[in-house]
Every structure is written in C-alpha cells, then in structure tokens.
C-alpha cells in the first residue's frame, strides 16, 4: 500500500499475508509480504556479508531476488553456489533454499561501457564478463524481470583502506568515495527510472561514520558518511529527504 506524506512524498507500507494463508514471511517471523515484489541488491559476494543476509530477509518475505555481484567475485561466488558450499547459508523457514532469478556481473564504479579504462576492459578478469557497468545492468534487469520494486547498494572499496586518513592519498581516497558512496547515486540514476511507484532503495552506512574506527581508513569513513548523506538526501541539520516518485521525478523536501 502506498501512502501518502504531509511532505508531499510517498512511502510503502508493507501488508500483512492475506488472512488464511502462511507466507513464508509469517513463518519467518516477518510482519510483511513482498510476495511478487522484485529486489536487485548489488554487493553480494559470499554468504556472509550484509547483503547476502537482506537477501534472504527479503526471500523470506516472498521477494524475487536478483544480484549485481562484483566482476572479479564473480566466478568464484557462483562456483561456490553451484557446488553447495552456501547450502548451509540458503535454507528458508519453510524448508526452501534461497534462490536467484538472475545474476548479474557488476562494477559500480563504471557508469557507462565509455568509462572503461582498456587496462581494466583488458583484464583477465573482467574480459569474459560481457556487460558490467551500472547502465547496462540496469538495462539488462529491465529485460530481463520488468520493473523492481527494491534497490540495495550494499557494496563498498577502499584501495587505501588500512592507511590512516593523513597518510591516503587523493587518488586512494577519492576512489573510495566513488565505489562507496557514489556508485549509489549512480545506481538511482538508471535503477529509479525502471522502479515501480512506492518502490524503496537503501544504502548501508557504517559505525565509521560517526565514530572513530581504528584501521578503517583510507577515506572510507568519509565514504560511508556520504553513504548515510545520499541515502537521506542531506546532512542532519538541513535535511532533505529523496524519493522517486512513481517514474515521474525525483523530489526534494526540505526538513
């Protein structure tokens, strides 16, 4: 259900299972049903991270899954998923096991194919992944399932991260805006366009931050709170909240 905000924006209300009938998401404990809803969370990389955990949240809920897995992890995350080293990690409360309708290899720190520098389009790594840039994956999930209802940035780099602020360079700590916190908004930019009405997109942030994290550097903090500034669209005192408002366009509130 969508509902209306005195601010002019939208929010989704996630509703209960129809009475009558136990959704995996009751069985879960879950108080909502995305059954039939379809989620993209890019930054998934093993079993054990935040990412891999919303996803199966979201599984439990009853929603479609699709990933956007770093190129470079790519081969050895679905070799691993193939040979059953996540079954463990996989089971629903229903007895399912987590599935994916599509996977997708990604690099959030390319906008468009002209963004790719040729020693990475070159790489071993990356020459046999096909389409990997932001633009191109999001073209791909629209053909591929249609519109999605849900975005999830849950991906982060920082080429310096074990150096102290003082001691990372402006090219370390520049790159660590970029992948961290950047790659959001470039994220939002194609992905908002192919979202359905009341959709909902989030990105993680980290303690760093707020708080000072010993060996967490390399811009990273800084990163992470830019993370939390784009998520809510502005800084604490002058807040501006952004939504996308059914494929129309975005808007901007004042708070």
Known sequence: ?????????????????????RSVAAAAGLSIDLTGKKAFIAGVADDQGFGWAIAKALAEAGAEISLGVWVPALNIF?????????DESRKLSNGGMLDFAHIYPMDAVFDTPEDVPEEVRTN???AGAGAFTVSEIA??????????????????????VTKP?????????????SAS??????????FGPIMNPGGAAISLTYIASEDVIPGYG????????VSFLVKWGGGRVSCKWLAWDGKIHWQHQQR
């Open 165 to 177: 602020l003082l001691e990372t360079s402006r090219k370390g700590y520049l790159a660590a805006m």
């Open 181 to 190: 916190s950047y790659s959001f908004v470039s994220m939002m930019q194609r």
């Open 1 to 21: 259900m969508v509902r209306a905000m005195p601010n002019g924006l939208r929010t989704v209300v996630a509703r209960p299972a129809a009475s009558g009938r």
């Open 124 to 126: 071993k790594r990356y």
């Open 78 to 86: 679905e070799t691993s998923f193939r040979r059953g080293k996540f």
């Open 139 to 160: 073209e791909r999930v629209k053909a591929d399932v249609g519109n999605i209802d849900i975005v999830v940035h849950s991906l982060a780099n920082g080429p310096e």
């Open 218 to 225: 390399g811009g990273m903090s800084s990163a992470k709170a």
